[in-house]
């Protein structure tokens, strides 16, 4: 296999899915090489991007969140499989990233990422909390560096604060606690995440001296930090 032309590998994995990717890079270091490549990662991002698009569809149904995949090209409308949470159990769409979708649990379980398969994240240190992110890291040269990042604010006196904030890396497979570093005077409401390149973005609104404060918050997959850019002030 290691005499075989390099242009037909590359054709075949970039038609696979991620994980068996990942067993693949232990067959021989040229595999190993090319399938850590940043260039080889920007073509199967990109590749999976235009080849393999699709909708995910949130809605709330009885008082129960419900998540569908919607492919355009077929135009058919399917269930996340969600199987692996119990009946009754509270569950959120934390967002979804080439691929794979991540979704938490406000009980006693931990995370689960969801894709054709399921995968239960081991147990993080502090609850679930409503601050939860998901992202990935295109830097690392691995196909599977996806994060999720769990923050959990203790109020003392309001609106004083402190927070532990902890992220699991799938490359590491292990929970990393990275203390109290959520931005100060910033409201625990940021609403949806977007994801860009690798940065988890949310963009929360509240109103300070009769003005509407708009932030956008960033956590950067790469360096493991917070930052915060103020956007021009709404007045009312």
């Not at 390099?6 to 090489?33: G, H, Q, Y």
């Not at 988890?200 to 300070?208: G, H, Q």
């Amino acid at each position: 296999m290691a005499s075989f032309p390099v242009d037909i590998l590359m054709e075949i994995f970039l038609r696979l899915s991620a994980r068996p990717l990942v067993r693949f890079r232990c067959v021989c270091k040229s595999w190993n090489s090319l399938l850590t490549s940043p260039f080889f990662i920007k073509v199967y991002l990109e590749r999976s991007t235009k080849f393999h698009k699709f909708n995910l569809l949130k809605y709330d149904l009885d008082n129960f969140l419900r998540v569908q995949i919607h492919i355009p090209a077929k135009n058919e409308l399917s269930d996340l499989n969600t199987s692996f949470i119990k009946d009754g159990e509270k569950f959120k769409l934390v967002g979804s990233c080439n691929g794979i979708a991540c979704l938490s649990s406000f009980d006693k379980h931990p995370f689960e990422s969801v894709k054709d398969e399921n995968i239960a994240l081991p147990q993080p240190s502090y609850h679930v909390s409503n601050l939860v992110g998901f992202g990935f890291n295109p830097l690392s040269g691995n196909p599977d560096d996806f994060s999720v990042v769990n923050t959990n604010i203790y109020f003392e006196q309001y609106p004083n604060y402190t927070s532990q904030v902890e992220v699991y890396s799938f490359r590491r497979n292990c929970w990393k606690q990275l203390g109290n570093i959520f931005p100060p005077s910033l409201t625990q409401h940021l609403g949806n995440q977007v994801i860009f390149k690798n940065f988890i973005c949310w963009c929360p609104c509240f109103r300070l001296d009769h003005e509407i404060v708009t932030l956008l918050i960033l956590f950067d997959v790469v360096q493991d930090d917070f930052q915060k850019m103020a956007l021009p002030n709404i007045k009312k």
